[in-house]
C-alpha cells in the first residue's frame, strides 16, 4: 500500500503550500475557487467570462501560467444578496 504522506507534506510547505483566505487576499487559485464553491475545477473553467461564465481571469505569467479569480466575484456567487445590498 502506498504512503500518501508526501502528497500532504507538499500542500503544508514550499510555494504551493495552503494559504488561509482571508479578506486581504485579492485573488484565489482555479482549486481554491473550486473548494469554495463546491463544484469541479472544469465546472470553474465553463464560469469564466470569455466561456459566457460571470467570473473574470487574472493570468500571471512566470515560470507557469496560473489562472486566478478575484476573491470578491467568488464571494458574490456564494451570498448574492450581500453585494445588492450594498
Do not use: C, W
Not at 496560473?66 to 456567487?77: G, K
Amino acid at each position: 500500500m502506498p504512503n500518501n504522506s508526501h502528497k500532504q507534506q507538499r500542500k503544508e510547505r514550499g510555494p504551493n503550500k495552503i494559504r488561509p483566505i482571508t479578506p486581504a487576499r485579492k485573488l484565489i487559485s482555479r482549486v481554491e475557487a473550486a473548494d469554495m464553491l463546491g463544484r469541479s475545477v472544469d465546472t470553474i473553467k465553463r464560469m469564466e467570462k470569455r466561456r459566457g461564465g460571470p467570473l473574470d481571469v487574472v493570468k500571471l505569467r512566470g515560470a507557469q501560467s496560473t489562472t486566478f479569480y478575484r476573491l470578491d466575484q467568488i464571494n458574490a456567487l456564494i451570498n448574492p444578496t450581500s453585494e445588492a445590498a450594498e
